[in-house]
């Protein structure tokens, strides 16, 4: 039927394979979809989900002003931001708003300010995060870096232009070039607004915007020094102050000359005109502010073109017209100042064009690299101050010593981001790139000052922060000590006006007393040595005991007390009952075995062991090891064989190096001959030594040549004479004999070397 003459009759058998069309997005139940299939899928999802939350910014975005702010800032709270790439979709959405629409960049910055601390973990780097302040800083350094890359398109542009000879070719590369010069510029502009804003919120600092203001200043440009007066007029009241006038007197004697040199535009040389009766009127403005209007009725933004998108640049009134020199630079300067970011270095030079390019731009400032990672194994914030990231100079530049001027504010800066960020390991790098060691003492000062007023999980950041200092060995004990003592001396006539002065400054002070940091009888009579005569000694140590027992047992803190070799009566002036003080500042704990009437009660041989032995592993020097045995043993105890086998036992222990063979560290025994030396006051005590030490070579199953060696040492060091040798070696005392025959077998060879050695002298005197 309808088959032609010629067609083959066509039959198919049920048996045969017949193939149907496939749909390429045929539906498949989830069991029998392949993995790759399903994470396509997933993918795919995702995809469309992130889009979703792109269109969702890109809708509060455009309807973000003051009034707004609380709305909408919930509503950015509720987006699920979760990935790298939404991360950084919502800020490149952020950003373009942000620069595109300067008369809103208060609110923007206002948004970004509140995300701060968001951040997600990278999509490639498992352990890492990025983080939202990070990425933003380096979109906006990306973009104020991109005039250099738009200069050299531009100039290719120009060439291609001159090159042309059709008149109507010429005409469009001219239109052309012409438009994204001006594209350009608003980008440059906008962005100028936006970071000063930032500033101004506290999310950059000063040095980098003192970075910024060199670099514009520097390049002569005309675009630049637009720039450059868009940000003075948004940011130089708040750089502006007396401490950093002699940097920005520089800046605007510079703006000064460039105006009388008329090299450059009429438009250009108002605008910095305007900028500088803005400082000689103390930053007050001629004219009212113009930032976002009030919104009428509606609830929607009258800034014109407002369905332009991102980028567009429309209802804008930037101050680029080319006629007149009114520049509206005043936008959005309804932010209070906020306290604490005295930053600005200052450089007491007069500024010139052939110096400028002197100045590092320490770009590392904003952030490091474009990725902005950072390792989530610290528990800090994963956000870092940037400055600490700046790459080491050439060698053959050689880095220069900072003023007591210069360090103070830069300290200031290191110690307000720290504690801003609570990132340890920046501010760290940070204070161990400062080329001024001898002047660490302002670091210490201006961390105390800062933070006097502050709360306490500040106070105790900052002593948390030099505590690690110490311990890394940047900071000197001496300049910490330094660092102290001019707080300290005034401390009681600041109580009228702080009265809780003492327990702030132990606040500041007691993280010093952690592990790694500076042993309990140094710092305390360091620390005390300014008020003793003030007769404030005590309160302040009472303070930090009573901090110290919130960390560790009563028992433990009276243990370091009395390690310490610390007495009451030296702290304490000498009207005062040192027992009915104790009980009522509630520190017996310190007390242990003995009473501040002198007496003390008798330690066991073991407790005097782990006691020395304990202050041998601190690293404790002599003096602190003497301290210790002053304080807590009475002179008939000093004078005892347990005294003196415990320090020989200790010594000899520490000095032990256990390889295969067994080794003695003669440094080491060295290191501590003045101790023995003072406590083996005679053969007597010398004999008694010899015999701890043979029962700590029974302990240790007698290695081999050990003995020997550590005979070496004592001799050498005069902590042996040769007569407690031959005592010991001849000795018969029944309760000295474990071990003796072993031990007399493996110092032969010493011995003989002894003998000979006195038989040379006797031959020699004869």
């Given at each position: 039927?309808?088959?032609?003459?010629?067609?083959?009759?066509?039959?198919?058998?049920?048996?045969?394979?017949?193939?149907?069309?496939?749909?390429?997005?045929?539906?498949?139940?989830?069991?029998?979809?392949?993995?790759?299939?399903?994470?396509?899928e997933s993918d795919d999802?995702?995809?469309?989900?992130?889009?979703?939350?792109?269109?969702?910014?890109?809708?509060?975005?455009?309807?973000?002003?003051?009034?707004?702010?609380?709305?909408?800032?919930?509503?950015?709270?509720?987006?699920?931001?979760?990935?790298?790439?939404?991360?950084?979709?919502?800020?490149?959405?952020?950003?373009?708003?942000?620069?595109?629409?300067p008369n809103f960049s208060v609110a923007y910055a206002n948004m970004c300010r509140c995300l701060m601390g968001l951040k997600v973990e990278a999509t490639n780097k498992p352990g890492v995060t990025v983080n939202f302040r990070k990425l933003l800083l380096n979109r906006c350094q990306k973009e104020f870096e991109k005039d250099q890359v738009d200069d050299k398109i531009f100039e290719r542009k120009q060439k291609e232009l001159d090159a042309a000879t059709v008149p109507e070719e010429k005409q469009r590369l001219t239109e052309q070039l012409q438009r994204e010069k001006d594209n350009a510029r608003r980008r440059s502009m906008g962005n100028m607004k936006f970071i000063g804003e930032l500033f101004k919120l506290k999310m950059l600092t000063e040095v980098m915007m003192h970075d910024c203001i060199v670099k514009l200043l520097k390049n002569h440009n005309e675009e630049s020094l637009e720039c450059l007066c868009r940000l003075l007029s948004t940011i130089g009241k708040d750089l502006d102050f007396e401490k950093a006038k002699p940097r920005m007197d520089q800046y605007f004697n510079q703006m000064e000359k460039i105006i009388k040199d008329k090299k450059t535009s009429s438009r250009i040389r108002f605008m910095l005109q305007d900028v500088l009766d803005l400082r000689r009127s103390s930053w007050v403005p001629r004219r009212g502010e113009q930032g976002p209007k009030p919104s009428g009725g509606h609830g929607g933004r009258n800034d014109g073109g407002r369905n332009g998108g991102a980028r567009n640049d429309g209802g804008r009134n930037d101050g680029g017209a080319r006629g007149g020199?009114?520049?509206?630079?005043?936008?959005?300067?309804?932010?209070?100042?906020?306290?604490?970011?005295?930053?600005?270095?200052?450089?007491n030079r007069p500024i010139e064009t052939s110096r400028l390019s002197k100045i590092a731009m320490d770009w590392g400032s904003w952030g490091k690299g474009i990725s902005g990672g950072s390792t989530t194994a610290k528990p800090a914030e994963a956000v870092t101050r940037e400055k600490c990231d700046t790459p080491p100079p050439p060698p053959a530049s050689t880095k220069p010593t900072l003023t007591e001027e210069e360090l103070t504010k830069k300290s200031t800066a290191i110690i307000e981001e720290y504690l801003h960020l609570n990132d340890m390991k920046e501010v760290l790098q940070c204070v161990h790139?400062?080329?001024?060691?001898?002047?660490?003492?302002?670091?210490?000062?201006?961390?105390?000052?800062?933070?006097?007023?502050?709360?306490?999980?500040?106070?105790?950041?900052?002593?948390?922060?030099?505590?690690?200092?110490?311990?890394?060995?940047?900071?000197?004990?001496?300049?910490?000590?330094?660092?102290?003592?001019?707080i300290l001396e005034v401390a009681e006539d600041m109580?009228?006006?702080?009265?809780?002065?003492?327990?702030?400054?132990?606040?500041?002070?007691?993280?010093?007393?952690?592990?790694?940091?500076?042993?309990m009888g140094e710092l305390f009579r360091e620390i005390s040595k300014p008020l003793i005569p003030l007769g404030q000694a005590g309160v302040l140590l009472v303070?930090?005991?009573?901090?110290?027992?919130?960390?560790m047992s009563h028992k433990k803190a009276g243990a370091m007390w009395r390690e310490g070799g610390l007495r009451w009566r030296d702290f304490l002036p000498e009207d005062v009952d040192v027992n009915k003080f104790v009980t009522e500042k509630k520190v017996e704990f310190t007390l242990g075995v003995e009473s501040e009437d002198g007496q003390k009660e008798e330690l066991s041989s073991e407790e005097l062991s782990k006691q020395i032995q304990r202050l041998i592993q601190d690293q404790a020097d002599d003096q602190r090891l003497f301290d210790w045995i002053e304080a807590n043993l009475d002179e008939q105890q000093m004078s005892s064989n347990m005294l003196v086998r415990?320090?020989?036992?200790?010594?000899?222990?520490?000095?032990?190096?256990?390889?295969?063979?067994?080794?003695?560290?003669?440094?080491?025994?060295?290191?501590?001959?003045?101790?023995?030396?003072?406590?083996?006051?005679?053969d007597k005590k010398e004999l008694q030594a010899l015999y701890a030490l043979q029962a700590l070579m029974v302990e240790l199953e007698q290695p081999a040549n050990l003995l020997r060696m550590f005979f070496d040492s004592l001799y050498d060091e005069d902590v042996i004479k040769e007569e407690a040798f031959y005592k010991w070696e001849s000795s018969k005392d029944p309760a000295e004999q474990q071990g003796k025959?072993?031990?007399?077998?493996?110092?032969?060879a010493f011995f003989t070397w002894l003998r000979e050695a006195e038989d040379e002298d006797e031959s020699d005197n004869s």
């Open positions: 039927m309808g088959m032609g003459v010629g067609d083959p009759a066509q039959m198919q058998s049920l048996s045969d394979d017949i193939q149907l069309n496939k749909a390429e997005n045929a539906w498949k139940p989830s069991t029998k979809k392949t993995r790759v299939e399903v994470e396509s999802s995702e995809h469309g989900k992130t889009q979703e939350l792109f269109k969702s910014v890109r809708s509060i975005l455009n309807k973000l002003t003051p009034q707004k702010f609380q709305q909408l800032m919930k509503m950015v709270n509720d987006l699920t931001i979760n990935t790298e790439e939404r991360l950084k979709g919502f800020i490149d959405l952020t950003f373009e708003k942000a620069i595109a629409e020199r009114e520049v509206r630079y005043n936008q959005g300067r309804t932010q209070p100042q906020d306290e604490g970011w005295n930053t600005v270095p200052t450089i790139e400062m080329s001024s060691t001898q002047l660490l003492f302002l670091f210490v000062q201006t961390g105390l000052e800062s933070t006097l007023k502050r709360s306490t999980i500040a106070r105790e950041r900052m002593g948390l922060l030099l505590q690690q200092l110490i311990k890394a060995g940047t900071l000197p004990k001496q300049q910490y000590y330094n660092g102290l003592q001019e109580a009228i006006d702080i009265p809780h002065i003492w327990l702030y400054l132990a606040e500041f002070i007691s993280p010093m007393l952690r592990e790694g940091g500076i042993p303070q930090i005991l009573n901090l110290l027992c919130k960390e415990a320090l020989m036992t200790c010594i000899c222990q520490s000095a032990i190096i256990y390889e295969n063979p067994n080794k003695v560290d003669a440094a080491k025994i060295k290191k501590r001959a003045k101790v023995l030396q003072k406590y083996l006051s005679d025959g072993v031990a007399l077998k493996s110092v032969t």
